[in-house]
């Protein structure tokens, strides 16, 4: 059964709070549902809440070079990797939908990134590829919004993907995705910039999962962010990103 699950706040309640949204209504939940939150009598229409980033997670883990085209297109490698590059957000750089990214004095160019993310339902160490599966919880949408001149000068990419502002997530999570070939989308004011199917990934879902837990605990709640497809670009003050997945939804930030 596919459910959506966000994380909402309302006037009268500013506790953020989990919901399960159904029908463009909200029940709140008494925990995260990863960690067994179960419904509550307590519900509010979509349009009466603010939605938050849907998870908080201990980590964000992400994947550079993930897609051929997007290889082919950059700076930093002239072939696909032979292993998946990973490299970690701090939880400190989530904003949620509607939320404005802030360009750092530091840099002059700040790039959106579209990406699919996966969100852990289970702790995971050493999972194998067949199993890895079992230890998704669902799916959401996530920028990582990346300082572009910075990951170049810095040679390694904490600093440049890791401003506050700097990983819009949401807007829900979707429990089912036929995560193996939907469309990844970045729309950049209306224009649609990045277009891009999870069929061109280099290293599929299972396969990261079982890569990245050999390393580090995944905890529940935890994000993969899957990577980006071509087309990435600049932002400048004002401008909307979109970031869109076929089965899940939209996220919009604006550039403050
Ligand atoms: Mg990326």
Redesign the pocket.
């Known amino acids: 059964m596919n459910e959506r699950f966000v994380r909402f706040r309302t006037s009268d309640i500013p506790e953020i709070r989990y919901g399960c949204l159904e029908n463009d209504r909200i029940t709140a939940l008494t925990a995260a549902p990863w960690l067994g939150g179960q419904p509550t009598s307590s519900g509010v229409p979509l349009s009466h809440a603010t939605l938050c980033a849907p998870v908080e997670p201990s980590k964000i883990v ?3 070079l ?1 897609y051929h085209a997007h290889v082919a297109a950059s700076f930093s490698a002239d072939k696909p990797p032979d292993y998946p590059l990973i490299f970690l957000k701090p939880p400190s750089s989530i904003i949620d939908p509607n939320d404005q990214i802030i360009h750092p004095p530091q840099s002059e160019r700040v790039d959106y ?1 579209a ?1 699919l993310g996966v969100v852990i339902g289970r702790r995971a160490k050493n999972v194998s590829e067949t199993d890895a599966e079992q230890y998704i919880f669902g799916f959401t949408c996530v920028n ?1 919004v ?1 300082a572009r001149d910075l990951q170049k000068k810095d040679g390694q990419w904490s600093r440049a ?1 890791g401003f506050d502002t700097f990983c819009p997530i949401g807007p829900w999570i979707v429990t089912d995705l036929n995560w193996r070939d939907v469309l990844v989308e970045g729309i950049l004011n209306g224009a649609v910039m990045q277009s891009g199917r999870t069929s061109r990934m280099i290293f599929n879902i299972p396969y990261l999962i079982s890569y990245i837990s050999s390393a580090m605990t995944l905890m529940p709640g935890d994000i993969i ?1 899957t ?2 497809p071509s087309g990435i670009a600049p932002m400048k003050s004002g401008d909307v990103i979109e970031v869109r997945v076929e089965g899940i939804g939209t996220l919009a930030n604006s550039m403050a």
């Open positions: 992400c994947i550079g993930n990134e990406e990582d990346t993907k962010s990577g980006t």
